[in-house]
């Protein structure tokens, strides 16, 4: 519980600082930030002091019999389990920007929707960067993100896990049902429920400022029903990058490896065959066939033919084991052709 001492006109004085009490080990008397000391104050004269001088930003009072006063330059680091014959005061701070909540044992804020920094002054670039501070670390939620290149921010979800991971799409079965027949505007803004990671595609836009912005990997995860039984399987796609609307969205990378943890986590290239496609839907058919891939599909994607796989199609069932000849069913390459129960795609900065 914050402990604040409210200085505001004290006989004798002039002064409108707030302080917060803090615990702490520090011995003041033999701290290099301590640069004055003054005896026979008390906790509130010393207050005065220190918020009446532009260098103080934390006192500590020593109470009783010859009570004496210092300030210190610097605010004071939380410290617990110690005994001390001091009591410490950190200047009480309220430049934290977008609700933030000052915490004075970081000599910061605590920052939220996806706000960074000691004062919460501006948006992650992605998760990544997110997954960095001690703001996120852990958590999984839909934020904000601003990437440096972009003049707008973007709403996305982020698992701050493993590096940070910026999603741009999940389909999974067992969530309700989003349909992924969409036009090219709703392609490019995103759509579905991505604020809980449900069935959601998050946007063409945003992946184009995420990943021009500062080099990264889109990830792919597919679970396969293979003879019965669950299994994950993944795949890397280095320095990859998307242009524009005005380039259609073409996609490239550098490199494409599978999950190396073993013979069950090898992903096939699904990307490599499609490389510098433009993204097709069914009011915007970008495909290099004579038919409209995508009204085929009911779906959106980066198709070349009609006739290969649907990472945005309608999710199966897990009892359905093996991909069926439904081209609006979702799916992916599987060198057994088992049927694909979920996919993930995110991107992670290098």
């Known amino acids: ?47 005065v002091l220190c918020g009446q001088d ?38 009480f701070d309220s430049r934290c920007h977008f609700h ?15 706000y960074i920094g000691s004062w919460c002054a501006r948006l992650m670039q992605d998760c990544t960067e997110g997954w960095k501070t001690d703001h996120y670390k852990g958590t999984k939620e839909a934020y904000y993100i601003q ?41 490019k803004h995103g ?10 595609w998050t946007g063409l836009n945003m992946l184009h400022y995420v990943t021009t912005n500062r080099p990264h990997q889109f990830i792919v995860i597919v679970h396969f029903n293979e003879a019965g039984e669950i299994h994950w399987r993944q795949r890397f796609y280095k320095n990859f990058t998307v242009t524009s609307e005005v380039d259609g969205y073409r996609f490239d990378f550098l490199s494409s490896q599978p ?30 066939s004579g038919d409209n891939c995508a009204d085929i599909h009911q779906s959106g994607w980066w198709f070349t033919t009609c006739g290969g796989y649907n990472p945005t ?3 199966q069932s897990p009892a359905v084991q093996n991909k069926t000849s439904d081209p609006t069913h979702m799916s992916w390459p599987h060198h057994l052709g088992y049927s694909a129960i979920s996919i993930q795609l995110y991107v992670k900065a290098t």
């Open 313 to 315: 199609g309608q999710p």
């Open 100 to 114: 933030g909540i000052f915490i004075n044992s970081t000599y910061g804020c605590r920052c939220y929707d996806g």
């Open 147 to 187: 990437p440096f290149n972009s003049p707008v921010h973007f709403k996305v979800f982020c698992r701050m896990v493993h590096g940070g991971k910026t999603f741009q799409m999940n389909q999974r079965f067992e969530f309700p049902s989003v349909n992924f027949s969409r036009p090219w505007a709703e392609y």
């Open 54 to 91: 532009d260098r103080c930003r934390a006192f500590s009072v020593r109470e009783g019999n010859g009570s004496t006063c210092y300030l210190s330059t610097k605010r004071i680091r939380l410290d617990y389990g110690c005994s001390s014959q001091f009591k410490h005061f950190n200047e």
């Open 259 to 288: 999950n190396v943890g073993g013979k069950d986590r090898k992903l096939e290239d699904g990307l490599s065959a499609l490389q510098g496609a433009r993204f097709s839907t069914y009011d915007t058919d970008n495909d290099l």
């Open 1 to 47: 519980m914050r402990v604040v001492l409210a200085l505001m006109m004290v006989p004798g004085f002039l002064c409108n600082t707030m302080f917060t009490k803090t615990e702490s080990c520090l011995d003041p008397p033999q701290a290099p930030d301590t640069y004055s000391t003054a005896k026979g104050l008390s906790s509130i004269e010393c207050g």
């Open 191 to 200: 759509f579905g429920d991505y604020l809980r990671n449900g069935n959601h």
